[in-house]
């Protein structure tokens, strides 16, 4: 019996994947470099369609041709370690899996090195964590069209349905394609998240509320356009009570990790010089809240005063969760946009509705909002920035007074909102027909004979100004 496809690192993600696989009807040879993590795998629910190998050899020789290996193992040096074991063991017109959260410029110089030994390399984001990978992930694979012709019947029945029954998994485009849009999908994430702390401590902060009222109101809006995976998750943590009788959240320290997608989604925008100020404020909140020592001194020496909160508070619930729409509108906007950039710089076709469609379920960011993203580029595949589309236009235009409403609240009293702001500020310039720019260029020039355009002359034409006389 040869095996489907071959599974390289069985921990919580792998050893999950090859079970999917396996329950799904597919023969998967597995191999760890700890045989007693194969041990453990064979000794589980899915050893009657698994073949244990305990070398790489042997697990080559397990897969049926042209053979597919794939790799769940930790990003960096362990996968460029894995594919020189395996290239001598393999055959032109094979196919090498990376799984893992790899950075897509090393994913884009592996496809080149392995072409040159005739092997096609598929560099897949995985979505869903543990639960999405035993039962469907959001799968976003980019490689070559051929080896996507390959993989695609594993993959698609493994993968997450959305609510109308398609496979939310995709071929994303050539080389390092597939691991930018994860990559991207979790720069989203991050400003997600944030958003939904912020809106959390505004309600605990500004109105006062406790940890399970603020639960009630999240399951409310998660009935709302805001219906996604995170609203619903937050209604159930902040209802979750500790052996204590008290709210679990509020004993849980506020300092917050990160595993380095979001940071290298700012740097790429800072690269691409895309304005992707939501989600860079979402990385550095997390920065920010690693510094709690830190951020107790401070605030002995700025303490915020308390202020009761004499408004209409319905009212600002209302101002509240249309403004957090609005936001993550601006955030999917950002991220969007960042993606459309890098295509132009790599020379990739990304199908955007494609992308959104296939977030649609498994992954972290599943929403029914996503819908309307698909419908967006399926009106305007050439859509600038997801702002123009008319129903999202329509929808940030209604939530803007609100969002202001509640920005001016939270700035009065000393609310941190980084990501709420930044979305606002974003949106505020990115419409804007006149930004101060053109000071700024003046000074450039001033001090450095950088030279500007002028507004009464064609675009392309330069001049510069002898300032100091």
Known sequence: ??????MIGLAVMGSNLALNMIEKGFTVAVYNLEP???DAFMKGEGAAQAIPCYDLETLVASLSKPRVVMMMIRAGSPVDQVISRLLPLLEPGDIIVDGGNSNYHDTVRRTRELAGHGLNFVGMGVSGGEEGARHGPSLMPGGSPEAWERVKPIFQTICAKAPDGEPCCDHMGPDGAGHFVKMVHNGIEYGDMQLICEAYQMMRDVLGMHAEEIGDIFAQWNKTELDSYLIEITATILKKKDTDGEPLVEHILDTAGQKGTGKWTAIEALNEGVPLTLIAEAVFARCLSAMKEERLH???CYPHEKKA???DKEEFLKDLRQALYAAKIVSYAQGFALMR????????TLNHGSIAAVWRGGCIIRSAFLQKITQAYENNPKLENLLLDEHFHAAVSAALPGWRRVAAQVILRGVPAPAFMAGLTWLDGYTSAALPANLLQAQRDYFGAHTYERTDTPRGQFFHTEWIK
């Not at 019996?1 to 071959?6: L, R, Y």
């Not at 950039?341 to 990739?348: D, I, P, V």
């Open 1 to 6: 019996m040869k095996a489907d496809i071959g």
């Open 36 to 38: 007693e993590a194969i």
């Open 298 to 300: 401070a605030a002995t």
């Open 309 to 311: 909160f004499n408004g």
């Open 341 to 348: 950039s890098a295509a132009k710089e790599h020379g990739w």
